[in-house]
């Protein structure tokens, strides 16, 4: 049985990190308004549907097109991308607990919360949603 090499092209590196922001802004609309609602928590009005709609469709696309270049450059570009995407994940998890203990708050309060929950959902469908999508084969058929 032959193993098919499936390299993957820039239109589909870009169309899994569109398709990927697409989910990720869906996710994060639903934990906002679960957050916001459980917790009682409206001040931060920056964080709104339509930032929401518009930031991380482009965000994970740009990621998209990351994953494209570092597959293209890379021997083992799909795992360097995900490395790389699980670091940044726990890079800004940590500026977000160093900073809270510096200032002696909660962490799961007010806009810490709500961003601690944006950033995981984002970071792992970008770690391993957009790698599966680019590579997918039935979608593009």
């Not at 994060?28 to 929401?52: C, G, K, Q």
């Not at 799961?108 to 970071?123: D, K, N, P, Q, V």
Request: net charge positive.
């Amino acid at each position: 049985m032959k193993t098919l090499l499936v390299n993957t092209s820039f239109s589909k590196s870009l169309f899994a990190g569109l398709l990927t922001g697409i989910i990720a802004a869906l996710l994060n609309l639903v934990y906002m308004i679960i957050y916001r609602e459980s917790t009682n928590f409206a001040r931060d009005l920056i964080v709104m549907p339509l930032t929401i709609f518009i930031g991380f469709p482009i965000l994970l696309s740009m990621s998209g097109s990351a994953y494209f270049l570092l597959q293209k450059h890379l021997r083992s570009g799909a795992t360097w991308f995900v490395i790389i995407c699980l670091i940044g994940m726990i890079a800004l998890l940590l500026v977000t607990i160093r900073e809270t203990s510096l200032n002696h708050g909660s962490l799961i309060t007010g806009a810490r919360g709500l961003f601690l929950g944006m950033e995981l959902i984002t970071f792992f469908l970008a770690a391993f949603l957009i790698p599966y999508l680019a590579k997918h084969s039935r979608i593009y058929s």
